[in-house]
Protein backbone atom coordinates (compact mmCIF):
# COMPACT_ATOMS: atom_id res chain seq x y z
CA UNK A 1 0.00 0.00 0.00
CA UNK A 2 2.65 2.50 1.01
CA UNK A 3 4.79 1.83 -2.26
CA UNK A 4 1.16 2.54 -4.22
CA UNK A 5 0.82 5.64 -2.31
CA UNK A 6 4.25 6.64 -3.10
CA UNK A 7 4.16 5.91 -6.61
CA UNK A 8 0.91 7.83 -7.01
CA UNK A 9 2.12 10.82 -5.27
CA UNK A 10 5.65 10.56 -7.71
CA UNK A 11 2.84 10.89 -10.41
CA UNK A 12 1.33 13.72 -9.33
CA UNK A 13 4.52 15.77 -8.99
CA UNK A 14 6.02 14.42 -12.06
CA UNK A 15 2.36 15.89 -13.60
CA UNK A 16 2.46 19.01 -11.83
CA UNK A 17 6.24 19.95 -12.73
CA UNK A 18 5.25 19.29 -16.53
CA UNK A 19 2.06 21.46 -15.88
CA UNK A 20 4.69 24.25 -14.76
CA UNK A 21 6.87 23.42 -17.66
CA UNK A 22 4.43 23.81 -20.29
CA UNK A 23 3.20 27.31 -18.93
CA UNK A 24 6.64 28.43 -19.84
CA UNK A 25 8.05 25.97 -22.44
CA UNK A 26 9.20 27.12 -26.14
CA UNK A 27 6.05 25.10 -27.57
CA UNK A 28 4.13 27.31 -25.38
CA UNK A 29 0.73 28.91 -27.15
CA UNK A 30 1.52 32.32 -25.87
CA UNK A 31 5.05 33.92 -26.02
CA UNK A 32 5.60 37.60 -24.61
CA UNK A 33 8.61 39.92 -25.37
CA UNK A 34 9.55 42.24 -23.24
CA UNK A 35 11.66 45.52 -23.99
CA UNK A 36 13.72 44.83 -20.86
CA UNK A 37 13.15 42.84 -17.61
CA UNK A 38 15.28 45.46 -16.07
CA UNK A 39 12.37 48.39 -16.39
CA UNK A 40 10.56 48.59 -12.96
CA UNK A 41 7.46 49.13 -14.02
CA UNK A 42 7.59 46.65 -17.15
CA UNK A 43 8.44 44.37 -14.09
CA UNK A 44 5.40 44.70 -12.73
CA UNK A 45 3.06 44.18 -15.95
CA UNK A 46 5.39 40.70 -16.24
CA UNK A 47 4.04 39.60 -13.36
CA UNK A 48 0.23 40.78 -13.63
CA UNK A 49 0.65 39.14 -16.92
CA UNK A 50 2.09 35.70 -15.62
CA UNK A 51 -0.04 35.50 -12.72
CA UNK A 52 -3.30 36.25 -15.51
CA UNK A 53 -2.22 33.86 -17.55
CA UNK A 54 -1.48 31.33 -15.00
CA UNK A 55 -4.70 31.12 -13.83
CA UNK A 56 -6.43 31.28 -17.26
CA UNK A 57 -4.38 27.60 -17.43
CA UNK A 58 -2.59 29.16 -20.81
CA UNK A 59 0.65 27.86 -21.81
CA UNK A 60 2.94 30.85 -22.63
CA UNK A 61 6.69 31.49 -22.92
CA UNK A 62 8.72 35.14 -21.56
CA UNK A 63 11.48 36.91 -23.62
CA UNK A 64 13.77 39.70 -22.78
CA UNK A 65 14.66 41.88 -25.46
CA UNK A 66 17.40 43.38 -23.30
CA UNK A 67 16.95 47.29 -24.95
CA UNK A 68 17.84 45.38 -28.20
CA UNK A 69 15.39 45.44 -31.44
CA UNK A 70 17.55 42.77 -33.26
CA UNK A 71 17.39 40.50 -30.63
CA UNK A 72 13.84 40.95 -29.92
CA UNK A 73 12.93 40.05 -33.62
CA UNK A 74 15.13 37.46 -33.95
CA UNK A 75 13.08 36.20 -30.61
CA UNK A 76 9.75 36.78 -32.46
CA UNK A 77 10.57 35.07 -35.55
CA UNK A 78 11.79 32.21 -33.71
CA UNK A 79 8.64 31.66 -31.59
CA UNK A 80 6.43 31.92 -34.75
CA UNK A 81 8.33 29.41 -36.85
CA UNK A 82 7.97 27.22 -33.67
CA UNK A 83 4.32 27.26 -33.89
CA UNK A 84 3.10 30.41 -31.34
CA UNK A 85 -0.75 30.70 -31.49
CA UNK A 86 -0.26 34.22 -30.05
CA UNK A 87 2.42 37.22 -29.92
CA UNK A 88 2.49 39.78 -27.36
CA UNK A 89 5.09 42.21 -28.22
CA UNK A 90 6.54 45.26 -26.02
CA UNK A 91 8.43 46.91 -28.99
CA UNK A 92 11.83 47.69 -28.15
CA UNK A 93 12.33 50.25 -30.94
CA UNK A 94 9.61 53.37 -30.78
CA UNK A 95 11.46 55.47 -32.93
CA UNK A 96 9.99 54.15 -36.00
CA UNK A 97 7.65 52.01 -37.43
CA UNK A 98 10.23 49.63 -39.16
CA UNK A 99 10.76 47.44 -36.05
CA UNK A 100 6.50 47.45 -35.59
CA UNK A 101 5.87 46.66 -39.36
CA UNK A 102 8.62 44.13 -39.97
CA UNK A 103 6.42 41.84 -36.89
CA UNK A 104 3.01 42.91 -38.60
CA UNK A 105 4.22 41.30 -41.65
CA UNK A 106 5.70 38.45 -39.77
CA UNK A 107 2.87 37.34 -38.32
CA UNK A 108 0.40 38.12 -40.86
CA UNK A 109 2.42 35.66 -43.29
CA UNK A 110 1.62 32.87 -40.14
CA UNK A 111 -2.02 33.89 -39.93
CA UNK A 112 -1.04 34.65 -35.80
CA UNK A 113 -2.55 37.53 -33.50
CA UNK A 114 -0.52 40.16 -32.36
CA UNK A 115 -1.14 42.40 -29.88
CA UNK A 116 1.36 45.03 -28.39
CA UNK A 117 1.92 47.03 -25.46
CA UNK A 118 2.90 49.69 -23.22
CA UNK A 119 5.17 51.22 -25.82
CA UNK A 120 3.21 52.44 -28.30
CA UNK A 121 3.16 51.65 -32.29
CA UNK A 122 1.55 54.05 -34.65
CA UNK A 123 -2.22 53.49 -35.74
CA UNK A 124 -0.93 52.22 -39.37
CA UNK A 125 1.11 49.80 -38.18
CA UNK A 126 -2.45 48.22 -36.31
CA UNK A 127 -4.61 49.29 -39.04
CA UNK A 128 -2.94 47.39 -41.33
CA UNK A 129 -3.62 43.95 -40.19
CA UNK A 130 -7.34 42.52 -38.65
CA UNK A 131 -5.62 40.66 -35.94
CA UNK A 132 -3.70 43.05 -34.36
CA UNK A 133 -4.15 45.58 -31.16
CA UNK A 134 -2.65 47.58 -29.21
CA UNK A 135 -2.96 47.89 -25.00
CA UNK A 136 -1.43 51.04 -23.27
CA UNK A 137 -2.08 54.65 -22.09
CA UNK A 138 -2.74 57.74 -23.89
CA UNK A 139 0.95 59.38 -24.31
CA UNK A 140 -0.11 62.93 -23.33
CA UNK A 141 -2.19 61.91 -20.12
CA UNK A 142 0.75 60.98 -18.20
CA UNK A 143 2.55 64.24 -18.55
CA UNK A 144 -0.64 66.44 -18.12
CA UNK A 145 -1.58 65.00 -15.22
CA UNK A 146 2.04 65.36 -13.53
CA UNK A 147 2.16 68.63 -14.68
CA UNK A 148 -0.74 69.53 -13.00
CA UNK A 149 0.18 67.96 -9.59
CA UNK A 150 3.94 69.49 -9.89
CA UNK A 151 2.52 72.94 -10.22
CA UNK A 152 -0.48 72.77 -7.27
CA UNK A 153 2.48 71.66 -4.88
CA UNK A 154 4.25 73.81 -6.22
CA UNK A 155 1.95 77.04 -5.90
CA UNK A 156 0.83 75.84 -2.78
CA UNK A 157 4.09 75.24 -0.88
CA UNK A 158 6.20 77.70 -3.14
CA UNK A 159 8.11 79.44 0.43
CA UNK A 160 9.48 76.11 1.06
CA UNK A 161 10.08 75.25 -2.30
CA UNK A 162 11.94 78.37 -3.16
CA UNK A 163 15.39 77.23 -1.46
CA UNK A 164 17.60 80.59 -2.14
CA UNK A 165 14.59 83.02 -2.21
CA UNK A 166 14.42 84.18 -5.36
CA UNK A 167 11.10 84.01 -6.92
CA UNK A 168 11.49 81.40 -9.00
CA UNK A 169 11.63 77.11 -8.71
CA UNK A 170 15.01 75.70 -10.59
CA UNK A 171 13.95 72.38 -11.96
CA UNK A 172 16.02 69.57 -13.44
CA UNK A 173 14.31 67.41 -15.38
CA UNK A 174 15.17 63.51 -16.56
CA UNK A 175 14.09 62.06 -19.59
CA UNK A 176 13.68 58.36 -20.50
CA UNK A 177 14.21 58.15 -23.95
CA UNK A 178 14.57 60.07 -27.48
CA UNK A 179 11.74 59.38 -30.13
CA UNK A 180 9.52 57.74 -27.29
CA UNK A 181 5.98 59.01 -27.10
CA UNK A 182 5.73 58.94 -23.89
CA UNK A 183 8.96 60.56 -22.84
CA UNK A 184 8.23 63.15 -25.40
CA UNK A 185 4.76 63.72 -24.00
CA UNK A 186 5.70 63.62 -19.86
CA UNK A 187 8.91 65.83 -20.89
CA UNK A 188 6.43 68.59 -22.63
CA UNK A 189 2.98 68.58 -20.57
CA UNK A 190 5.12 68.00 -17.07
CA UNK A 191 6.71 71.49 -17.33
CA UNK A 192 3.76 73.39 -19.39
CA UNK A 193 0.94 72.28 -17.28
CA UNK A 194 2.77 73.13 -14.39
CA UNK A 195 4.10 76.78 -15.78
CA UNK A 196 -0.08 77.35 -16.39
CA UNK A 197 -0.76 76.72 -12.90
CA UNK A 198 2.27 78.84 -11.41
CA UNK A 199 0.82 81.60 -13.81
CA UNK A 200 -2.47 81.79 -13.04
CA UNK A 201 -1.10 82.08 -8.95
CA UNK A 202 0.96 85.29 -10.29
CA UNK A 203 3.81 82.87 -10.04
CA UNK A 204 6.97 82.69 -12.67
CA UNK A 205 7.24 79.84 -14.59
CA UNK A 206 10.20 76.83 -13.53
CA UNK A 207 12.98 77.85 -14.62
CA UNK A 208 15.54 74.45 -15.96
CA UNK A 209 18.90 74.67 -13.77
CA UNK A 210 20.98 74.78 -16.57
CA UNK A 211 20.70 78.06 -18.96
CA UNK A 212 23.44 76.22 -21.48
CA UNK A 213 21.18 73.24 -22.12
CA UNK A 214 19.08 74.12 -25.05
CA UNK A 215 16.78 70.62 -24.33
CA UNK A 216 15.73 71.71 -21.14
CA UNK A 217 16.27 67.85 -20.30
CA UNK A 218 18.64 65.23 -19.15
CA UNK A 219 18.13 62.10 -21.26
CA UNK A 220 19.10 58.62 -20.42
CA UNK A 221 21.33 57.73 -23.03
CA UNK A 222 20.40 54.27 -23.52
CA UNK A 223 17.09 54.34 -23.68
CA UNK A 224 16.68 52.67 -20.52
CA UNK A 225 14.63 54.79 -17.90
CA UNK A 226 16.86 54.08 -15.63
CA UNK A 227 17.99 54.80 -11.81
CA UNK A 228 21.13 54.42 -12.61
CA UNK A 229 21.25 57.45 -15.48
CA UNK A 230 19.37 59.66 -13.23
CA UNK A 231 21.61 58.59 -10.19
CA UNK A 232 24.63 59.81 -12.34
CA UNK A 233 23.22 63.10 -13.75
CA UNK A 234 21.74 64.15 -10.32
CA UNK A 235 25.21 63.41 -8.82
CA UNK A 236 27.04 65.53 -11.22
CA UNK A 237 24.60 68.53 -11.40
CA UNK A 238 24.69 68.64 -7.13
CA UNK A 239 28.34 69.56 -7.49
CA UNK A 240 27.83 72.92 -9.22
CA UNK A 241 24.38 73.49 -8.45
CA UNK A 242 23.79 73.73 -4.59
CA UNK A 243 22.82 75.87 -1.65
CA UNK A 244 26.34 76.98 -0.56
CA UNK A 245 26.47 78.25 -4.62
CA UNK A 246 23.52 79.90 -4.09
CA UNK A 247 21.58 78.00 -7.26
CA UNK A 248 20.11 74.79 -5.50
CA UNK A 249 17.98 72.55 -7.95
CA UNK A 250 14.71 73.29 -6.16
CA UNK A 251 12.30 70.57 -7.60
CA UNK A 252 13.11 67.27 -9.60
CA UNK A 253 10.40 65.91 -12.71
CA UNK A 254 10.99 62.32 -13.84
CA UNK A 255 9.64 60.67 -16.50
CA UNK A 256 9.57 57.20 -14.32
CA UNK A 257 9.24 56.21 -10.87
CA UNK A 258 12.99 54.08 -11.81
CA UNK A 259 14.78 57.51 -12.58
CA UNK A 260 13.13 59.07 -9.62
CA UNK A 261 15.04 56.32 -7.37
CA UNK A 262 17.84 57.06 -8.65
CA UNK A 263 17.71 61.13 -8.62
CA UNK A 264 16.51 60.50 -4.51
CA UNK A 265 19.71 58.10 -4.37
CA UNK A 266 21.74 60.99 -5.20
CA UNK A 267 20.06 63.81 -3.16
CA UNK A 268 20.37 61.03 -0.01
CA UNK A 269 23.46 61.27 -0.65
CA UNK A 270 24.05 65.10 0.06
CA UNK A 271 22.10 65.18 2.78
CA UNK A 272 18.29 65.80 1.62
CA UNK A 273 15.15 63.80 1.04
CA UNK A 274 16.73 61.09 4.11
CA UNK A 275 12.33 60.96 5.84
CA UNK A 276 10.17 63.06 8.08
CA UNK A 277 12.06 66.31 9.27
CA UNK A 278 14.88 66.38 6.43
CA UNK A 279 15.22 69.01 4.32
CA UNK A 280 12.83 68.42 1.15
CA UNK A 281 13.46 68.63 -2.66
CA UNK A 282 9.79 67.58 -4.23
CA UNK A 283 10.36 64.51 -6.59
CA UNK A 284 7.93 63.57 -8.88
CA UNK A 285 7.75 60.24 -11.52
CA UNK A 286 5.35 58.18 -12.81
CA UNK A 287 4.11 54.65 -12.68
CA UNK A 288 3.10 54.32 -8.85
CA UNK A 289 5.90 51.60 -8.47
CA UNK A 290 5.42 49.57 -5.32
CA UNK A 291 9.42 51.44 -4.62
CA UNK A 292 8.45 54.84 -5.05
CA UNK A 293 4.55 54.55 -2.92
CA UNK A 294 7.17 53.20 -0.19
CA UNK A 295 9.28 56.49 -0.76
CA UNK A 296 6.11 59.22 -0.79
CA UNK A 297 4.96 57.05 2.62
CA UNK A 298 8.60 57.51 3.91
CA UNK A 299 8.62 61.37 3.16
CA UNK A 300 11.43 60.64 0.41
CA UNK A 301 9.87 61.34 -2.96
CA UNK A 302 6.79 63.92 -2.78
CA UNK A 303 4.41 62.11 -6.66
CA UNK A 304 3.86 59.93 -8.93
CA UNK A 305 1.43 59.14 -11.64
CA UNK A 306 -0.26 55.71 -11.52
CA UNK A 307 0.37 53.54 -14.19
CA UNK A 308 -1.91 50.65 -13.86
CA UNK A 309 0.23 47.33 -14.48
CA UNK A 310 -2.14 44.69 -13.44
CA UNK A 311 -5.02 47.17 -15.46
CA UNK A 312 -2.95 46.58 -18.60
CA UNK A 313 -2.04 42.80 -17.91
CA UNK A 314 -5.56 41.99 -17.73
CA UNK A 315 -7.14 43.64 -20.90
CA UNK A 316 -3.94 41.73 -22.55
CA UNK A 317 -4.89 38.33 -21.01
CA UNK A 318 -8.50 39.08 -22.29
CA UNK A 319 -7.55 39.41 -25.53
CA UNK A 320 -5.44 36.40 -25.74
CA UNK A 321 -7.80 34.01 -24.71
CA UNK A 322 -10.49 35.63 -27.16
CA UNK A 323 -7.55 34.14 -29.82
CA UNK A 324 -7.26 31.14 -28.70
CA UNK A 325 -11.03 30.88 -28.41
CA UNK A 326 -11.41 31.41 -31.48
CA UNK A 327 -13.48 34.24 -31.27
CA UNK A 328 -14.42 36.33 -34.76
CA UNK A 329 -12.69 39.96 -33.00
CA UNK A 330 -9.83 40.21 -30.72
CA UNK A 331 -11.75 42.86 -29.41
CA UNK A 332 -14.38 40.42 -28.57
CA UNK A 333 -16.32 41.36 -24.77
CA UNK A 334 -13.74 44.26 -24.10
CA UNK A 335 -16.81 46.48 -23.66
CA UNK A 336 -15.55 47.62 -20.13
CA UNK A 337 -12.56 49.42 -21.68
CA UNK A 338 -12.13 52.43 -24.08
CA UNK A 339 -10.99 51.94 -27.02
CA UNK A 340 -10.17 54.65 -29.98
CA UNK A 341 -12.77 55.30 -32.10
CA UNK A 342 -10.58 54.37 -35.38
CA UNK A 343 -8.25 51.79 -34.66
CA UNK A 344 -7.86 48.98 -32.11
CA UNK A 345 -6.54 50.59 -29.35
CA UNK A 346 -7.43 49.92 -25.73
CA UNK A 347 -6.41 52.37 -22.99
CA UNK A 348 -5.49 52.06 -19.73
CA UNK A 349 -6.40 55.43 -17.72
CA UNK A 350 -3.81 57.14 -15.69
CA UNK A 351 -4.02 58.97 -11.68
CA UNK A 352 -2.65 61.06 -9.49
CA UNK A 353 -1.23 59.20 -6.41
CA UNK A 354 0.50 61.41 -3.71
CA UNK A 355 0.60 58.09 -0.88
CA UNK A 356 -2.56 56.44 0.35
CA UNK A 357 -5.59 57.98 2.19
CA UNK A 358 -5.34 57.70 5.84
Given at each position: MKRKILALTLCFLLSAVSLVSCKKSDSADVHVFYYTYSDTYISGVRSSLDSA???MEISYQDHDGAGNQTTQTEQIQTAITKGAKAIVVNIVNTGSDDAA????????NAGIPVIFFNREVSDSVITSYDKCAFVGTKAEEAGILQGQM????VRDNFASVDINGDGEISYILFKGEEGNNEAIYRTQYSVEEANKILTAAGKKPLKFYDGSNPNKYLVDRNGQWSASAANEYMTTALTSYSEKHGNMIELVICNNDGMAQGAISALNSAGYNLGEGSRMIPVFGVDATDAAKDLIENKKMTGTIKQDAEGMAKAIS???????DGKDSLLHGMSEYKVDDTVSKIRI??????????
Open positions: LSDNGIVSMAKIGEYKLVKNVLAYSKYLGEEK
